[in-house]
């Protein structure tokens, strides 16, 4: 196929209904990824968990790597400034106050927490914590939002299975309503 | 009809809406005879003794070439301002100075940005594109191998889902449409089909979402419909005609016409097709819309209708009385913009603005109107229709729909004041 054909089937939006003619006539290009490839890069966790790493930990393991690696900037005990503010605020998102907007009043799935943890924190050397690290200091920030207790042990099991104060609140937009 | 205007007279000036709007195509048919009457009779005479220097710059030859070219340094107003997250240099947002361009192309140099983590320095040599999940191949790609790919060009707005803001505050903030609205840029971004590399890879059933994330230090992620991803995403390569700058996603970013600028994921490294979204940090915790029940609207994707006036605005004083050209931007994430209206006597009257061509869908549109400014005060006000027939509301309209307990999809009409002095303010009307 020529490269105007493959542009005129591109443009045309009919790509998914001739998929297996495309696919035989693409330029095929990349190459194939190895598994290991993929889970050095495949860092994202559903709210499923699947994808979590091996590893635990406690809010009493979490404390010390928040006062180390958090503390600078979400302050004592998630309590906030200068940056993001991530324990209370529960029983503020309606009324007449501004909403406090918190990993306990607000984030539905306990899993984003690790998840971004991993991924951007601490900001200044992001995905530099240990998997146990993410765990124990997710513990913590869950902790001080009295949403697990001081001995509950997070990891890949546990960790999806924690229901979180605002889950069921949000709802998925469309338009005009 | 542009006959007819060949012996235009100020008397004749279409007077189409209060406080002295004048039909749109006043300018653009009959320009250059109505301003020359409208001149005629209105512009002082120069003072008789003045001569037209000869300027330095006449008399000597200028300056050398150079490899890339510049503004000029005449111009050293026209940058993006920008505001940071505390300890950070390059968490943040820098707007756009919407009142200083024309035309419905943004500079690549002043193009909005807001990012999570700072520009990463990335090396097109080493940068990969990962995608998989539930694919049948996954696949890698290098830039080199994108290259090859046929490429098509698509001119789009970027709009940041926390634009317009401001408008949420119960007074009205005291500064201009670049601090107001200054995240919207507009380009022509130059790439790939992500539906062409998607097939390739052989798309899953079950897969109905992907993953893209960013290779910067906050590895920024969203979670895109497949349905959108195969009806018009691009890989983007280019924009304006050259790479894609740092600050907006090199080597390679995800362009997704229409879509909350936050999706459009910069610096695009990974592709994951999941069943379902995957509730990242900025699909839920922020870029939701909190409602006054405390409710949060989610997967607000499309930016809705909108404009705003560019010119006359905060910062740009008006100096006497006369006719003047009122223009600003108009855009909608569902299509083309097929109307604005401009009130100049705060919403009491309106009229229709010529829009510019060319009229594309989920571009920024540029609209004008001829106005008469007497001297008084007066409040000035756009209004965007898009194909859809959806009209961009006022302040009062969009937060009795929505409430104010939320920073996001502020696409309310902005108005802005004129004294009798020139002085342009905004203001709430």
Redesign the interface.
Known sequence: MS?RN??LI??S?L??AS?VT??AE????????TPE??AS???????DGVGLPPGSGTSKQGEAVYAAKCT??HGEKGAGK??DQLVGGQGT???DK??V?T?GS????A??VF??VR??MP?NE??SLTNDEVYAVVAYILNLNGIIADVDMMDARTLPAVKMPNRD?????S?GK | MTADRSTIHESDLDIVAGNGLLHRRMFLTAGTAAAAAVASSALPNPAAADVLPVEPWMKVPGSGFVGYGQPSKYEDKVARIWNT????TG?GAARTPLHLLDGMITPNGVHFERS??GIPDINPDTHRL???GLVK?????TLE??E???R?SRVAFLECGGNGQLLYQKEPAAVGVQAIHGLVSCAEWTGV?L???L?????DPKAKWI?A?GAD???M?RSIPLAKT???ALIALYQNGERVRPSNGYPMRLLLPGYEGNMNVKWL??I?L?E??????DE??KY???L???????????QEGKSVITRPSPGLTMKEPGLYEISGLAWSG?GKVTKVEVSADGGKSWAKAALQPPLLSKALTRFRIPWRWNGGPAVLQSRATDETGYVQPTREKMIATRGS?TIYHSNAITAWAISDKGEVKHVYA
Not at chain 2, 85 to 88: D, E, F, I, K, N
Not at chain 2, 276 to 281: A, E, L, Q, S
Not at chain 2, 292 to 302: A, E, H, I, T, W
Request: hydrophobic share 40%.
């Open positions: 490269m493959a542009l591109a443009a939006g790509a998914v998929a495309f696919a693409s330029p095929n290009l990349g190459r194939a990824a490839e993929i890069w495949d860092i994202s966790i559903g709210p600078a900037c200068p940056n998102l309606s009324g501004p909403p907007k990993v607000f984030w539905p799935y899993t984003t998840d971004y991924r951007a900001h992001s995905k609140g949000f709802v998925a937009f338009r | 997250a505390p300890g950070t968490t999570h983590s990962l995608i998989h191949r996954p696949l890698i790609f191998s994108l090859r790919y046929p098509e089909r539906s062409v590399l097939q390739e890879a052989g798309v993953l994330e230090a906050a590895g992620s195969m009806d018009d490294r990974r994951k999941t379902g979204p995957t509730m990242t940090k839920t915790s939701t819309i909190t006054p029940d405390g409710k949060s609207l989610q997967f607000v994707l499309p569902y307990r």
